[in-house]
């Protein structure tokens, strides 16, 4: 926002030729063009939009460099400050993230996953209601009623929607899964057979990484076995029992099946690092969401692989899974007591506009929140993705902020890396439902 110079009110003997500089000062301000002045009196190139965000690899760093060239094109006033902080899933800026608003240092907009995610900042004042940004460019219009109504709370809407991804996403190998005779799997029997063929042929099964790939592995597995509906449920007040089924019982004894069958290291890996030893042949299967795409097709100059698709890697619902589309979104914010409110909103603009989200998902490895999309621009899976969403019912992520707030997914985290080093799946299951009784009110 554009604020004239400020005056410190000193004591002077010369207080009647201050009060007439200060005024032919201010009348010659009027006169300037509105861009010739910035924050207290600097030029406007002083002004910088600042945007956190966690896209600081693959296709998700490539995407945001296009939108940013864009930004700064049109936006010479004003230019993109980057404050990207690595870390998958987001878990390492969301840290930083909590320290700089608790401390009153907010970015001009940042990034959060739509859905439960967002209540903390608005539960604490944190962030404003954008409504008036849909109202004024028609995005209720273009977003899906059904995406609306899952980010909307209490009746208002905090963030606007960049893309959509999907999670439950079976990579594989197709030259691995040829050479070893392994067919890809469709249900939960075939997708166990499929692991023990890879593991007798000597093939890492199902490479995996860090604990929030666990977390993700984790939620495709529960959906699954217990379908959208069920996994819906888990989420709603009251849910413990719920927690305690012997339906949940069915599908962590599941999920302790398939971590046999990873990669002793995964520990110490990134989700880049999994992708890559199905890449080069190492691992037959991953599971993870469809930013893997951007990561495996896209070009060698952003840090991806330039593989092509359905040759060097295949995709498919995760066993169990299809019909379902295991959603996240990533989206941005206004912040309260953003520095460049104005700007803000601008970007907020720029980012539900069909250019924005045609320009960023074909690179991201995602489809676009609006239902307006030009096909032809994305890439075989992308298509393929683009037909899915249109069909598939809906379950929202756990580990992509959807369907948990915060503090709950929190509860899970230290839950499940209790269990990677136990693998009791009573206590585990324990443990979740303790975490269901303290935050599903």
Known sequence: MIE??????????RLPFLVVGALVAAVAALALPASGLGVEGKSSQACQLSVFSWWTGGG????????IKIWNRTHSDCKFKNETVAGGAGTNAKAVLAKRLAAGNPPDSFQGHAGAELRDYIKAGQVEPVDFIYRQYGFAKVFPK???????????????????????????NPKVL??????????????????????????????????????????????????????????????????SSKAV??????????LEYTNSDAASLTWQDA????????????????????????????????????????????????????WLSDSFTLPKSATHRQQAVQWLSFLG?????????????????????????YGP???????????????????????????WNADIDTALGLFLQTKSVSRLQTALVAAAKKNAK
Not at 353 to 377: E, H
């Open 4 to 13: 004239g110079p400020r005056h410190a009110g000193r004591r002077s003997s």
């Open 60 to 67: 998700e760093a490539a995407g945001l460099d296009r939108l």
């Open 146 to 172: 059904s995406l609306i109504n899952q980010i909307r709370y209490q009746g208002r809407l905090y963030s606007v929607p960049v893309n959509i991804h999907r999670a439950n996403v079976l990579w594989y």
């Open 178 to 243: 040829r050479e070893h005779r392994i067919a890809v799997p469709k249900t939960w029997a075939q997708f166990v057979a499929a692991l023990k063929k890879a593991q007798d042929a000597g093939v890492i099964p199902l490479s995996m990484g860090e604990q929030w790939t666990a977390k993700h592995l984790l939620e495709t597995v529960m959906i699954g076995a217990l379908g959208p509906k069920g996994w819906a449920a888990l989420w709603t007040p009251g849910s413990s029992a719920r927690w």
């Open 249 to 258: 019982t069915n599908a962590l004894n599941r999920y302790a099946t398939l």
């Open 275 to 326: 992708g890559k030893l199905v890449a080069d042949g190492e691992a037959a299967f991953n599971v993870m969401g469809d930013w893997q795409d951007g990561y495996f097709s896209g070009t060698k100059k952003g840090g991806n692989l330039a593989l092509k698709p359905g040759t060097d890697y295949g995709w498919a619902p995760v066993p169990g899974t299809a019909g379902v589309y295991d």
């Open 353 to 377: 506009s069909k250019q924005a989200q045609d320009t960023f998902n074909p690179v991201k490895g995602s489809i676009p929140a609006r239902k307006d999309a030009n096909a032809k621009l």
């Open 381 to 407: 899976y992308l298509k393929w993705a683009l037909k899915q969403w249109k069909t598939n019912a809906l379950a929202g992520s756990l580990a992509h902020g959807v369907v948990a707030p915060n503090a």
